[in-house]
């Protein structure tokens, strides 16, 4: 099992800085459910660590080990959020698999590990021949897991894996995922913006926003006693069938200030949510605290290191 560590990552994009110093462990052989919504850098910090995107500042840290210097097939795997585009429409789902194997084994070998792996996200090896086209939308979220296990990972990231799928087919893909991380001991980075996804997957939950983590801590504490508003919020949100998020809280966050979020290009001092905040400046006017000071600053000595000089 590896730990995989982001320590004070940044990546700018020009005048856009997309993630903004980002510190967040990925325990050995846990799940870390990472959400917020569009925009929030999500995404960009996942393709960080895979070298998709550029790390302006800061480390992303593969057991210690800068993974900027690993070899290029690194023990470090993403699944893409679109099913569609993730795989080559031209390329038999089997050949997708073994392109992503690591060199050297016989073609024989390489056969029965694809079937393998098609038997381990429930497929039929038999479909090895079948062209993506010919597939559903879970069908091919199954291959693309089974294409990054087959370069045996020690770390494996999914970008909002079920978000395209049908809802009638999210609840299996998710029991398949969990299954395999846990089958494999896996340490896993999984994104989502469903809160109610990320509680059935995740050992531990971070919250960005803007480009920042404002709050993270286990699972169960971060969904039942969220000290941050902004978490609060998205809880809040969630549709009344996953109202039970917020079952151990008594009162429900206020409507936002203002519903719009702010400029990735130009954020706003202090704290970065305080223009849409139920409990700051706009509403406390005497607060004038979260205006002129990063909270973010002493985070780690708060609950849940969350970013909010008036934390619950």
């Not at 479909?127 to 597939?135: F, I, K, V």
């Not at 980075?189 to 509680?199: C, E, K, M, Q, T």
């Not at 000071?293 to 002493?298: I, Q, R, T, Y």
């Amino acid at each position: 099992m590896s730990a995989l560590e982001f320590d004070g990552v940044s990546v700018r994009y020009g005048k856009l800085t997309a993630v903004d110093g980002v510190s967040l462990t990925v325990p050995p052989g846990q799940v870390v459910g990472l959400v917020g919504e569009s925009g929030s850098g999500k995404s960009t910090l996942a393709r960080a660590a895979v070298g998709l995107a550029p790390v302006s500042a800061g480390q992303v840290r593969l057991d210690g080990v800068d993974v900027r210097r690993l070899p290029r097939r690194r023990p470090l795997q993403m699944v893409f959020q679109d099913p569609y585009s993730s795989l080559d429409p031209r390329m038999a789902i089997g050949e997708s698999i073994t392109e992503a194997m690591p060199p050297g084994t016989s073609r024989g070998a390489r056969r029965a590990e694809v079937a393998r792996l098609l038997e381990l996200v429930h497929l039929d090896p038999e479909r090895a021949a079948t062209l993506p086209g010919q597939l559903s939308g879970g069908q091919r979220q199954r291959v693309a897991l089974a294409r990054a296990l087959a370069g045996q990972p020690k770390v494996l990231i999914a970008d909002e894996i079920t978000s395209a799928l049908d809802v009638s087919v999210q609840g299996a893909v998710l029991n398949l995922v969990r299954d395999v991380q846990r089958r494999l001991a896996l340490s896993m980075l999984f994104i989502s913006h469903n809160l109610a996804v990320v509680r059935y997957v995740s050992d531990v939950v971070a919250v960005m926003y803007l480009g920042r983590i404002v709050e993270a801590g286990p699972a169960e504490q971060v969904l039942t006693d969220p000290q941050h508003p902004y978490t609060r919020d998205l809880l809040s949100a969630a549709p009344s069938a996953h109202r039970n998020l917020l079952a151990d809280t008594d009162d429900v966050a206020a409507p936002l200030a203002d519903t719009e979020p702010a400029d990735p290009h130009h954020p706003p001092p202090g704290c970065r949510y305080h223009p849409r905040c139920p409990i700051g400046p706009l509403v406390h006017t005497d607060r004038t605290l979260c205006v002129s000071a990063d909270p973010a600053e002493d985070a780690a000595h708060r609950p849940h290191r969350a970013a909010c000089h008036f934390a619950a």
